[in-house]
């Protein structure tokens, strides 16, 4: 099967939303000006099949919304994050964090070249973020980075 990734719109809100939605997470923070910083994984009856956004704050971004529905290939995954990182440095980031509460997704992030932090290590302006305030009160949460 064939996919293909591309950055959302304004056009794809509604349906980001219901997608994020039904796979149990939430869209805080997901609004016609955010969702620039959103890429979608289409099949080729332009489905949405995955998802994978980033939270931006100054030059530090925090992904977030990382779906895949059920029979994508790991190499998907890995062309959403390559993508992201891409668009990161397209932007001058500095940094990518994400936070997980799966441990055993952890090798796959090291993989690609994202560090295990403290949350003391996050950027101060994350504290801002009503999103990560609440993946911060989700207590084994993981932090990493990869430096950009």
Sequence with gaps: MKVLIRKATK???DRLKSFLTRANLGTDGLTDET???FLLL???QQELVGSLGMEVC???GLLRSLVVTAGQAEKEIFVLFDQMVKLAKEKEMESLFLATNKGAA???FELMGFEKIGRGELPVGFYQSEHIR???NVDNSLFLRLTI
Excluded: R
């Design 134 to 136: 609440h993946v911060l």
């Design 11 to 13: 056009g794809d809100l």
């Design 35 to 37: 969702i620039e910083w």
């Design 106 to 108: 952890l090798p796959l």
């Design 58 to 60: 100054e030059q530090f």
């Design 42 to 44: 289409e099949d080729e």
